[in-house]
């Protein structure tokens, strides 16, 4: 087989899904020292907070990728641009999954600052 043809045969991976990856390795470490700092210390960094709806957004980006561009594709756009094209053109059925997700992740931040009584310090 020529050079030319394995790299045609690449699969070009979809934005969707490579946004989705990352933003569910950074909300589960997110999530992670939330629930460790819940465990251990007396204040809580407010950016944790957002770990579990981080999360939630790239479960629902990794199962419902959104448009068919591709990260590449993407990338030439830049990031304001190419995250507008992403929005855009997805599915709605892709984005309420997106905002269900968040709003689900959102949730159970609350949940775990009312149930650790974090809420009143804020």
Known sequence: MKNNDKNSLKKSHKAGRIIGIVLIVLGSVLTGVLLYIISTAQSLPRILVAGPAILGLGIGMFIFPGSNFSY???NALGS????????????????????????????ISFKIMI???F????
Do not use: F, T, Y
Not at 119 to 122: F, G
């Open 72 to 74: 590449k594709e993407l």
């Open 80 to 107: 304001k641009k190419g995250v507008r094209h992403l929005w855009s053109d997805a599915p709605s059925s892709h984005k309420l999954v997106w905002v269900i997700a968040s709003a689900i992740g959102i949730a």
């Open 115 to 117: 149930d650790q009584e």
């Open 119 to 122: 809420l009143a310090s804020l």
